[in-house]
């Protein structure tokens, strides 16, 4: 008996986000020494009770300011902390500039010392690539070196790193985060980033681009009428993606929602490409003459796109 289209669609959406979810699952598995999805962890058995606090949690935060010489067309590549925001920016030098917040707590000044000389960042510099990688508590080989007897209840201490980077506007970029929100700014070119949960705000002009986001609000914006690269691929597990264009914008357009959503559609100038069927859920267009293919997918929420200056 032959399936209907309706099935088949069902059949292939459920697939589609089958893999969706296991994408994200397999990126944030393979670096989960580097990353951790959910703060500080304890290194105590599952099911463990937390250690009794005696007194209320002392606070520091401080700041660390690096600055290394790359040239454009070089690569950057960021392994944020496992809570934190990470900022990069592009700008006009031919350097990188990296700004780092510290925010640990602890129980007593002792301790607070003690973490703070574990938790912080380390770079790597090749001919003309650099790489940031957040070391601390979350990673247990990592303990193993520094800290080996290191008290269990320290491990699971609060804390974070916010990250300011400045690059060269054109140049190969990767990121890769935890817990917090990511905000990625003027920089063209290679752009690969893996990212858990919070909001995430792309500003960007051309390049080629390659996004998974676990949860959370996404913003994308561009500024330009025409991208200049081969285009843009968005996933995002469950959240809200608004895609922000310009007026005359030019390019191919693909919106999905795998599973529980719908496509909002208020850009005027999109219309549906030929031998195309839109629905609720699935939108396939051309803007202008066309040009580079944006394709934006969603397992669980809402996709909108709306034309720049425009409120919805």
């Known amino acids: 008996m032959k399936s209907t289209p309706s099935k088949i669609s069902a059949r292939s959406r ?21 990353v951790a999805q959910g703060g500080g962890q304890s290194n105590g058995k599952k099911g463990a ?48 500039e990296i700004t780092a917040e510290f925010e640990q707590s602890a129980d007593t000044e002792e301790n607070l010392d003690r973490l703070a000389a574990l938790n912080g960042f380390v ?11 957040t070391v601390g508590v979350h990673d247990r080989n990592f303990l193993k ?10 491990a699971s201490m609060p804390w974070k790193i916010d990250y300011h980077v400045r690059v060269p506007s054109v140049l190969d970029l990767e990121v890769y985060t935890g817990r917090g929100a990511l905000n990625i700014t003027g920089v063209e070119g290679s752009l690969h980033v893996n990212a858990g ?17 676990r949860s959370g609000t996404v913003n994308v914006r561009v500024p330009a009428r025409g991208w200049r690269g081969r285009g843009m691929t968005l996933r995002l597990a469950s959240g809200e993606l608004n895609v922000e264009l310009p007026a005359g914008f030019s390019g191919d357009l693909d919106a999905e929602i795998l599973r529980a959503g719908r496509v909002d559609n208020s850009y005027a100038g999109l219309a549906p490409r030929e031998r195309t069927r839109t629905t609720d859920r699935s939108l396939r267009g051309r803007m202008g003459q066309g040009g580079a293919p944006f394709s934006f997918t969603v397992g669980d929420g809402t996709i909108r796109i709306v034309q720049e200056g425009r409120k919805q």
């Open 14 to 34: 459920a697939v589609a986000c089958a893999l969706l979810v296991a994408l994200v699952a397999a990126e944030s598995a393979s670096l989960r020494t580097v």
């Open 49 to 96: 009770r937390a250690p009794a606090q005696a007194a209320p949690l002392l606070k520091r935060t401080t700041t660390r300011r690096e600055v290394r010489r790359l040239g454009f067309g070089g690569s950057v590549t960021i392994y944020g902390a496992p809570a934190g925001s990470v900022t990069v920016e592009g700008w006009s030098k031919g350097e990188v």
């Open 123 to 133: 770079l790597d510099e090749d001919v003309n690539h650099l790489r940031l990688t």
């Open 145 to 154: 070196r520094a800290a080996r007897n290191l008290p269990k209840g320290l």
């Open 197 to 213: 949960d919070g909001p995430a705000d792309f500003t960007l002009a051309g390049g080629d681009v390659e996004a998974t986001l």
